[in-house]
C-alpha cells in the first residue's frame, strides 16, 4: 500500500489514515496497540498480557514508552525537515534505547513473561537501521533481548 497515496478505502476504514486496521467480522480496529489487545482477549488461550493489574500496568507502561518515546523520535529521524531536530532525535533515540539496558540487566523480558509489551518494541528492532541508530555490544542486554524476540518463530516468519 502507498501510504503517500492513501486508498480511500482506507480512510473509510481508519480515519487516521494509518496502518494496520484489522476488520474482523463488523468490528474494524486500528491503532497497533488496540488491535494487540484485542487479537489477546478474543484469543485467550495464548495469553500475551499478565493477569494482575500491577502486572498488566507495567506492560502498558512499556507499551506506552515505545510509541510515545522510542517511535516518535524515530519518525523525526525518518520524517523530520529541520537538520537540527533529527540529530536531536538520534540522541534522544540513543539515550532511550540506553534507559533500557539496566532494565532488561537478568530479564528475558521486558515486563516479566514474554508480553503485549515486547511485541511493541519489535517493529522498532526490524527498523533500527531506517532510525540510523545501533543495538549493538554498547547495549548486550538490550540487543540480547531484541535477538530473543526477533528469533521467535511467529516473528520470524513474518520477516
Not at 8 to 22: A, D, H, I, T
Not at 87 to 110: F, N
Not at 128 to 149: C, S, T
Request: charge should be negative; aromatic fraction near 8%; hydrophobic fraction near 35%.
Amino acid at each position: 500500500m502507498d501510504l503517500k497515496n492513501k486508498p480511500k478505502e482506507l480512510l473509510e476504514l481508519n480515519p487516521y489514515g494509518k496502518v494496520p486496521v484489522l476488520v474482523d467480522g463488523d468490528a474494524i480496529i486500528y491503532e497497533s496497540n488496540i488491535i494487540n489487545e484485542y487479537l489477546e482477549e478474543k484469543y485467550r488461550d495464548v495469553p500475551l498480557m499478565p493477569k494482575g493489574p500491577e502486572q498488566r500496568a507495567r506492560v502498558r507502561i512499556w507499551m506506552d514508552y515505545c510509541n510515545s518515546r522510542l517511535h516518535a523520535a524515530a519518525h523525526e529521524v525518518l520524517h523530520g525537515t529541520d537538520p537540527e531536530k533529527t540529530e536531536k532525535a538520534k540522541e534522544q533515540l540513543r539515550g532511550l534505547l540506553t534507559s533500557l539496558e539496566p532494565e532488561m540487566a537478568g530479564h528475558e523480558y521486558i515486563a516479566g513473561d514474554y508480553s503485549l509489551a515486547d511485541i511493541t518494541f519489535i517493529p522498532f528492532f526490524t527498523r533500527q537501521q531506517r532510525y540510523q541508530v545501533a543495538i549493538d555490544e554498547r547495549l548486550p542486554h538490550v540487543k540480547r533481548w531484541m535477538e530473543r524476540l526477533l528469533a521467535r518463530t511467529a516473528v520470524r516468519s513474518t520477516l
